[in-house]
């Protein structure tokens, strides 16, 4: 273990040296970015799903307080900036994505006192705060549509999407969480369907009417003005509406969006005005962050959006990594023989050439829509898990992009892979295994699915210890905690200087400290077929780094390129063993990042 942390500074004393004595020529490049160095390209994003990461109270559900109390925590992880999901007065029909008061703190996580606290200690600590904002939809509960659905001379009847029913059904939509797939709901009271994206619960907001827009601008203001640094944008590509509703057929979908209704629903006639006029009444008025959930975005729409020139958004994240490995046609249904290592590079590379000269993108492999990135993408077999949750750190906190990590992933934590229906909270699980039931399809073969895809395998309560309910509550958690957590734990993985944990925290230093390189530096893929290792190359000029990473469970010789030369000792590596020559002897899922002589 001395030798691994040794040998690690050794390496970064050898290519600091390397840095601080390349070309002049090097160094004017480095200058001429300084225009390009935004403070929110160069930190580690951090997600917290507050429901699960520390209880406080003892009824089982996370707070604002149980975060207050684990800020040295999250500080001493070298993260720069926590993203908080919902957090606002909600029914909770999907977690909080369905806000029924936007200025309120849901009464589960505690009070507004009490975000107040957690903010100033978040600042005082050096750590900045984005909230979510939720703003293509809102709850039924929300006082808009509690009035809307009164009648259609109500002043609010307008801030949501009808249809007449005198014109007869509605031309259809997809419902992501509709039992029955539809995203439109009849209210007898005005005779009309409204329009949900998501579930029923969820009606989809009428951005076309300027006064909701007001008041979401408004809305933001009240949060940027109470010290926030910004926002992760849920689903706003799908923010305007074609309102003539036309037909939209299964070949018009094809050919057009490439059978996808995210793609139609992020190509809505007024996006671009819309987020224009969101920068210029509200973002650009304060030193903020904003990320667009980049559901629908292609490769040649992603700029549309983070063009700095267009004056929208800072950055956005892409579905097509993590939607990758899943069997066409079926829902959420991983290939039988796992995903295949090549493709995976290839949408990674293409996503890196889209802001190669332009914009700025993000990368992430777990979130609270996704299940823990070990299980999907690694190995959590008790032999790799640990090597495999290393080995992904080190390929998200090397790419050229900003990067977003999830809550536990620092410890590999992985799915809980639930054997049972009535173990799920989840309304898209849910909703989705009784619309399957009510076809007379295949429970089982959606429950194994499940094991591996479904959100709440990353929702399941954080590790803190191995007392009982993992040191998350003292009650009963609102939903199952990972049995792992006996060795799988905080507490544990601080005392072990080669955990995860502590893998995490020298991977998050050296993206730091080699920033010109790390964030900035050029991506270069090589090798491409490759079937188990992913090389790639960062920096620029001599000022260049190598990363290989074996993505498989075999030990396996990697050939180094024609012409390169790599130095003795890595700057980082998840194994003790490296031995540099022309060909590298890669460990079972092992990550090396070497500097290039």
Known sequence: MKYLILSTMVGMVFFLTACNNSA??????????????????????????????????????????????KLDYIKSLGIDVVWLNPIFESPNKDNGYDISNYEAIMKDFGTMADFDTLLHGMHERGIKLVLDLVANHSSNQNKWFIEARKSRKNPYYNYYHWWPAEKGKPPFRQGFFDINGSAWTFNPATNSYYLHYFSQYQPDLNWENPKVREEIFDMMKFWFNKGIDGFRMDVIPFISKDTSFPVITPEILKEKYNGDWAQYYASGPNLHEYLREMNAQVLSKY??????????????????????????LNMLYNFDGVSYGYVPGKFKTPEPDGYKLPGFKQIYTRWDSVFATKGWGTIYLGNHDQPRMVTRWGNDS????????????????????TPYYYFGDELGMCNIKFDKIDDYRDIETLNMYQQIKNKGGNLQEFLNAQKISARDNGRTPFQWSNAPNAGFTTGTPWIKVNPNYATVNVEDEAKEPNSCLNYFKKMVLLRKTY???????????????????????????????????????????????????????????????????KTISMEPYQAVIVGLQ
Do not use: C
């Open 24 to 69: 002049t020529e090097q160094h004017v490049k480095t200058d001429s970015m300084a225009s390009k160095k935004d403070w929110w390209k160069e930190v580690v994003v951090y997600q917290i799903y507050p429901r699960s990461f520390k209880d406080s109270n003892g009824d089982g559900v996370g707070d604002l307080k149980g975060i207050i109390s």
């Open 287 to 312: 030193t903020d962050m904003s990320v667009a959930e980049g559901a629908g975005v292609t490769l040649e729409t992603a700029n549309k959006f983070v063009d700095a020139n267009r004056h929208e």
């Open 382 to 401: 008790p032999e790799f898990r640990e090597p495999s949750s290393k080995m992904l750190t080190t390929f998200l906190l090397s790419m050229r992009a």
């Open 515 to 581: 920033k010109d390189v790390l964030v900035y530096g050029k991506y270069q893929l090589l090798d491409p077929d490759n079937p188990k290792i992913y090389a790639y190359t960062r920096g620029n000029g001599a000022n260049k780094v190598l990363v290989i990473l074996n993505f498989s469970k075999d030990h396996v010789g990697w050939d180094i390129p024609e012409g390169m030369q790599v130095k003795p000792t890595p700057l980082i590596n998840n194994y003790n063993s490296f031995l540099p020559g």
